[in-house]
C-alpha cells in the first residue's frame, strides 16, 4: 500500500517540473539518497529521507515544506526504518 501511494506521488509530481537538493531538473530514473529531497512544483510538499526523532534511523516520506518545524505527512518505512544513511530512492 505504501509503496503505491509513493508510486502516484512520484507521477503526480513527474508531471511537473521539481528540483532535488543538488540536481536542478530530475527525470523519472533519478535516483535519491540521504540529504537529497525532491521538491514538488509549488514548493508545498517535500519528499525525502528523514530522521524520525533525532535518532539514527532513516525514513522516506513527504512532509511540507514551508514549515517552521518538520511536520510529516506521509511514511514509507514507518515500522522498518533504515539504521544507516546509505539507502536510495
Known amino acids: 500500500m505504501c509503496l503505491h501511494l509513493l508510486l502516484l506521488f512520484l507521477l503526480v509530481i513527474?508531471?511537473?517540473t521539481f528540483s532535488t537538493a543538488q540536481v536542478n531538473d530530475a527525470?523519472?530514473?533519478?535516483?535519491?539518497?540521504?540529504?537529497?529531497?525532491?521538491?514538488?512544483?509549488?514548493g508545498t510538499f517535500e519528499l525525502g529521507f528523514f530522521s524520525p526523532d533525532a535518532s539514527n534511523k532513516r525514513c522516506v516520506g513527504i512532509w511540507y515544506k514551508k514549515?517552521?518545524?518538520m511536520t510529516v505527512v506521509w511514511?514509507?518505512?514507518?515500522?522498518?526504518?533504515?539504521?544507516?544513511?546509505s539507502g536510495v530512492l
Open 27 to 42: 527525470t523519472t530514473f533519478q535516483s535519491i539518497t540521504y540529504g537529497e529531497t525532491i521538491i514538488s512544483d509549488g
Open 67 to 69: 514549515t517552521s518545524d
Open 75 to 85: 511514511v514509507a518505512n514507518r515500522d522498518i526504518p533504515l539504521a544507516a544513511s
Open 14 to 16: 513527474t508531471a511537473a
